[in-house]
């Protein structure tokens, strides 16, 4: 069996992680521990709180004692607003807490998008456009062209987590571009894990969504691959190692 552990702020979409877990049909456990979110508001002051070396740390006792083999710190606003190179700072301190691999969503998207081949992406986020704009700096920091950015101006993680189907489905349109090769939906908050099918029918494109990528990091740091089409084009690149 491979544990792999998530740190998750608040309580919002951590429900797309039982329903992953279950897609994935296999020995693989999904240990989900919440952090302390602090002040519920997507804004950089309260965003760098919410990802501090401090919150992180206060937790990974309970990651340990899940069996976690790997951790990714599952929010991407409260990495991508390090920037990119005090996100690579938040990961190695998370990793010296926790005594193992570490990674967060934002790299997660870094990742997933080269793992896809796409040199080009659109942004359809629920934060404010100042904010978003944090992780299309991100995204070009690794090497990412970003050719379209839409912000909704969502300001709590608790509003984005009310969001259903319709609305997931309406952020990606709007959010989408002609020139993207892939669409990123960058919010933990929001749930995703049930539509990935259909955003990527609707899109006719690949769709990365924070959950999504979140859980594929984590398979990717502890050396482990799923092929898992309900979870979109990301869960069915070559070469697929079947872990049933």
Not at 61 to 76: K, N, Q, S, Y
Not at 143 to 157: L, P
Request: hydrophobic fraction near 45%.
């Amino acid at each position: 069996m491979t544990a792999l552990g998530f740190l998750y702020p608040g309580h919002s979409a951590e429900d797309d992680y039982p329903r992953i877990e279950m897609l994935l049909d296999s020995d693989i456990r999904l240990a989900l521990i919440h952090t302390d979110i602090g002040e519920d508001a997507h804004r950089v002051d309260a965003l760098l709180e919410m990802g501090s070396a401090g919150r992180l740390a206060a937790k990974v006792e309970e990651l340990r004692l899940a069996g976690a083999d790997a951790v990714v710190w599952a929010c991407t606003s409260g990495s991508f607003v390090f920037g990119w190179e005090g996100a690579h700072e938040q990961v190695r301190n998370l990793a010296r807490a926790a005594g193992m691999p570490a990674s967060s969503t934002s790299f997660a998207f870094a990742h997933a998008v080269r793992e896809l081949g796409a040199t080009r992406v659109s942004i359809a986020a629920t934060y404010p456009e100042d904010v978003a704009e944090h992780f299309t700096a991100f995204l070009k920091a690794s090497g990412t062209e970003v050719v379209g950015m839409r912000g909704s101006g969502i300001i709590t993680a608790a509003e984005v987590g009310t969001w259903g189907r319709d609305e997931v489905l309406a952020l990606a349109r709007g959010g989408d571009h002609p020139d993207a090769q892939a669409v990123l939906l960058p919010d933990t908050a929001l749930h995703t894990a049930a539509y990935i099918r259909d955003l990527e029918a609707e899109l006719g494109k690949p769709v990365l969504t924070a959950n999504q990528v979140t859980v594929w990091e984590a398979l990717r740091l502890a050396d482990r691959r799923a092929n898992c089409p309900a979870l979109g084009q990301l869960f069915t690149r070559e070469p697929i190692v079947q872990v049933k």
